[in-house]
T-cell receptor
């Protein structure tokens, strides 16, 4: 079926290093790819998103890249800080029938930034 | 400016009971979506409502139902609760219909089924 796969499930980096999280999706019609950050006990919050008319988008230390041909997109965090520690989710709209799409999430990556 | 609000915050029920969860979207948002988040997993889509009509349904049994009111608030109902229904239930609002609009999440309702 339609799905979004996310890797790795856990990631530990030293403070100041970079972190990369990758996702693949199955629906070639998808053209919106958000990334959410969820801190422990809190709600998911959008940190960056990309639409398929661009291949890369940056916002300070965060960037997202998209490869439509290969159907994968990645989150890049540079100069990581302890406050970046959280669970990160990728998502993509996948066709769910009857002309509708549902936002489908990956299983998440728990990022730990070690001071 | 208030974000998405949900009530109650926590809820404990026993198997077989029924539960109603409530959500108020951001002012001006006409779309509300419901998600179930099991511990250690990503949110899983249950329903989307836009302009008071159901516009999408995820792979959940008929025990799950929802509705949207004229003020765009929404309720999620779950009947005949099972242990496996224990999860964080998230509501998200967006300004437009569909999965291509930014979803703003509420704090969630933590449901525990004993």
């Amino acid at each position: 079926g339609e799905n979004v796969e996310q890797h790795p499930s856990t990631l530990s980096v030293q403070e100041g290093d970079s972190a990369v999280i990758k996702c693949t999706y199955s629906d070639s019609a998808s053209n919106y790819f958000p990334w959410y950050k969820q801190e422990l006990g809190k709600r998911p919050q959008l940190i960056i998103d990309i639409r398929s008319n661009v291949g890369e988008k940056k916002d300070q230390r965060i960037a997202v890249t998209l490869n439509k041909t290969a159907k994968h997109f990645s989150l890049h965090i540079t100069e990581t800080q302890p406050e970046d520690s959280a669970v990160y989710f990728c998502a993509a709209p996948l066709y769910s029938g009857a002309g509708s799409y549902q936002l489908t999430f990956g299983k998440g990556t728990k990022l730990s930034v070690i001071p | 400016d208030a974000g998405v609000t949900q009530s109650p915050t926590h809820l404990i029920k026993t198997r077989g009971q029924q539960v109603t969860l409530r959500c108020s979207p951001i002012s001006g948002h006409k779309s509300v979506s419901w998600y179930q988040q099991v511990l250690g997993q990503g949110p899983q889509f249950i329903f989307q409502y836009y302009e008071k009509e159901e516009r999408g349904r995820g792979n959940f049994p008929d025990r799950f139902s929802a509705r949207q009111f004229p003020n765009y608030s929404s309720e999620l109902n779950v009947n005949a609760l099972l242990l496996g229904d224990s999860a964080l239930y998230l509501c998200a609002s967006s300004s437009g219909q569909g999965a291509y609009n930014e979803q703003f999440f509420g704090p969630g309702t933590r449901l525990t089924v004993l």
